[in-house]
């Protein structure tokens, strides 16, 4: 079975940085693409940043130049390296892997998704 496992998540300081990891099993995640979505309470999941199976990437406005998506297709792994962390970034954040070519990054009810982690922006 398909199986996501973030880590990562935690509580740092205004204009800090943290590095979300998510490795994917079950899945031929070289043909996939992967996103990282994030939600707070009383609001919808919403991307945050996406990386597709060639490499190309897409960004949410509010966190354009601070945050970077990666992948290395050897480890089945995606991460989010986040920088200048603002307490408006704070969320549970979720991977997710879906075929982009048939879904498109805004459907919420696509593909599969990981178990979520915390991150906290806070002094």
């Known amino acids: 079975q398909v199986q996501l496992v973030e880590s990562g998540g935690g509580l740092v300081q205004p204009g800090g940085s943290l590095r979300l990891s998510c490795t994917a099993s079950g899945i031929a995640f070289n043909i996939n693409a992967m996103g990282w979505y994030r939600q707070v309470p009383g609001k919808q999941r919403e991307l945050v940043a996406g990386?597709?199976?060639?490499?190309?990437?897409k960004y949410a406005d509010p966190v354009k130049g601070r945050f970077a998506i990666s992948r290395d297709n050897a480890e089945n792994t995606v991460y989010l390296q986040m920088g200048s962390l603002k307490p408006e970034d704070s969320a549970v954040y979720y991977c997710?892997?879906?075929?982009?070519?048939?879904?498109?990054?805004?459907?919420?009810?696509?593909?599969?998704w990981g178990q979520g982690t915390q991150v906290t922006v806070s002094s």
């Open positions: 997710n892997v879906r075929r982009l070519e048939l879904t498109g990054w805004d459907r919420l009810d696509a593909g599969y």
């Open positions: 990386i597709s199976s060639r490499g190309s990437t």
